[in-house]
């Protein structure tokens, strides 16, 4: 199944930071108490704080925990299996596809990129294995 | 305030019905309520109606008022939705508006329509509790989710996919007599062990099935039911709710639900009780995964130490907690919005002493209800207690 054969609608801060991944620039939100989340966001999940600044994203990461999906939704029928995980970048966490599903497990270092999904094209957020 | 007592519970079997409608669903579990509590609709005075996805299943909004006159109640009715959680949430509210006094007689329920979507279909649809940017769009499916828990709970305490299969197992043979039950078939841990991945580490028997089914109960003030002569045994005595951010990226910790902690402190502080005092609970088991957050988070283990109550033989029917005795989701089936209502439905049953497997418990008194929607971003706990009169 695909989605409209155009580009999927924009979504303002999501489709920046991709943008900015892709460019080699990733980022994440910080505020004073050093919680860190991601984009769009005018105030911290974690404190409520609204003094929140850029903060470039570390170059690597840790995966946390990850799964093997093989029963996919139809927007990712065509990639599966393929690994969704849950990586730690310091006072930010991502969740993460991977294509291999044999790349990662716990504890495998990761960098960030923008990828491609192979059912629908869409771009997608990828932990890649360092 | 107003104590606040269950006079009557229905349910629909759940199952595989893709050509009934989602109000034909309904108006049976309604109706079924307001016959088993001896209530007209028109003596109700508000519906407090749970559905997570209508919308994509049936092309349907708007709920909550076309459900009030599937069961001939023309009264203001409401719509909740809390992803799996939504009829717990509903019961929530319902509780509190006959305790303000607002009103007497109310009925709660809930109701999914899920097996005309395909498997696909209803895959796509849960996925939408979670948090569609930076989840869904990673690939998370509602299995995938509760994997992730999973895998991260034996990072940090151990256990064992072989742990989970007993779960599985336990719940499985408690359906076996319910005629309300999607699976009444045994199964054992070899079985659950060989079953296909899903999501790895979580395989198809650890997953509670794709259901359609509706349930209802009719909550009525004590002064109701005494000038009525209701014969209402059983109450709510206790109400909480708890919540967290939606993404599990964005919790401090992958496996624990502190959303069902918060929940059950409020739900126990309001009744006067502890965890010690549970006789029974019906929690919800999604996946086998989240039966052990949830007898964890709610205080009757500690953190990693839920892992082997199913396999120890500790929340068997003859254990020392019983734990979903009515098959749970995993074998009576997660018509996702009903389930929180039928959660109620349930131990109603088994503390009045009508369920088919009253017979093997020892006289409870107190049982507990746990509902829980998405990743636990949303939780709900009640207390239900037979009150001496
Ligand atoms: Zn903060």
Redesign the pocket.
């Known amino acids: 199944m695909s989605r409209d054969d155009t580009e999927a609608p924009r979504e303002d801060g999501f489709d920046d930071l991709l943008d900015a991944v892709e460019e080699g620039a990733g980022y994440y939100l910080?505020?004073?108490?050093?919680?860190g989340?991601l984009p769009p966001r005018r105030v911290?999940?974690?404190?409520?704080?609204q003094d929140l600044s850029e903060e470039p994203l570390p170059d690597s990461g840790t995966i946390e925990t990850f799964t093997v999906v093989r029963v996919a939704t139809p927007q990712f029928a065509d990639d599966a299996p393929y690994v969704t995980a849950v990586a730690d970048f310091g006072e930010v966490r991502l969740t993460g596809f991977v294509a291999d599903p044999t790349a990662v497990e716990v504890g495998t270092t990761v960098g960030v990129g923008v990828g491609r999904t192979e059912t629908t094209g869409d771009r997608v957020l990828t932990l890649d294995p360092r | 305030m107003s104590e606040v007592r269950i006079a009557g519970v229905g349910l629909t079997p759940f199952g595989r019905m893709p050509d009934r409608t989602g109000r034909d669903l309904f108006a049976e579990a309604g109706l079924a309520a307001l016959d088993d509590a001896g209530v007209v609709p028109p003596a109700v005075e508000h519906l407090f109606f749970g559905n997570f996805m209508g919308e994509l299943a049936e092309h349907q909004g708007h709920q909550g008022p076309l459900m009030a006159e599937a069961v001939g109640v023309n009264a203001p009715a409401t719509r909740f939705e809390t992803a799996c959680a939504s009829s717990g949430v509903a019961v929530r509210e319902a509780v509190k508006t006959v305790r303000n006094g607002e009103a007497d007689v109310v009925l709660v329920g809930g109701m999914e329509r899920m097996t005309n979507m395909g498997t696909a279909g209803a895959t796509d649809g849960l996925s939408i509790a979670a948090d569609d940017l930076y989840e869904i769009r990673a690939g998370m499916t509602f299995p995938a989710a509760y994997a992730l828990m999973a895998q991260a709970y034996f990072e940090e305490f151990g256990g064992s996919v072989e742990d989970l299969a007993h779960v599985a197992v336990k719940n499985h043979d408690n359906a076996l007599p319910n005629e309300y039950a999607q699976y009444r078939n045994a199964i054992t841990v070899e079985q659950a062990l060989d079953a296909p991945r899903i999501a790895d580490p979580l395989g198809l028997f650890d997953s509670c099935p794709i259901s359609d089914g509706a349930s209802a109960a009719v909550l009525v003030s004590d002064e109701f039911a005494e000038r009525e002569g209701l014969d209402a045994p059983v109450s709510i005595t206790g109400s909480g709710q708890g919540g967290d951010k939606l993404a599990l990226h964005d919790r401090e910790w992958l496996a624990r639900s502190p959303a069902t902690e918060r929940a059950a402190e409020m739900a126990y502080d309001d009744a006067g009780i502890g965890p010690d005092d549970v006789d029974l609970a019906e929690v919800h088991d999604c996946f086998t995964i989240a039966e052990v957050l949830a007898i964890e988070a709610l205080g009757f283990y500690e953190d990693g130490a839920g892992i082997t109550a199913a396999r120890d033989g500790e929340t068997t029917r003859d254990g020392r907690l019983p734990v979903n005795v009515s098959g749970g989701l995993k074998a009576k089936g997660h018509p996702v919005g009903a389930t929180g209502v039928a959660q109620i439905a349930s131990l109603t049953k088994l503390l009045r002493g009508t369920h088919p497997r009253s017979s093997d418990l020892d006289d409870p008194r107190v049982g507990l209800a746990h509902n829980a929607g998405g990743t636990v971003a949303s939780a709900t706990v009640h207390v239900l207690e037979v009150m001496d009169r």
Do not use: D, F, Q, T
Request: net charge neutral; glycine share 16%; proline share 8%.
């Open positions: 910080s505020c004073a108490n050093g919680h989340s911290c999940p974690h404190c409520g704080s």
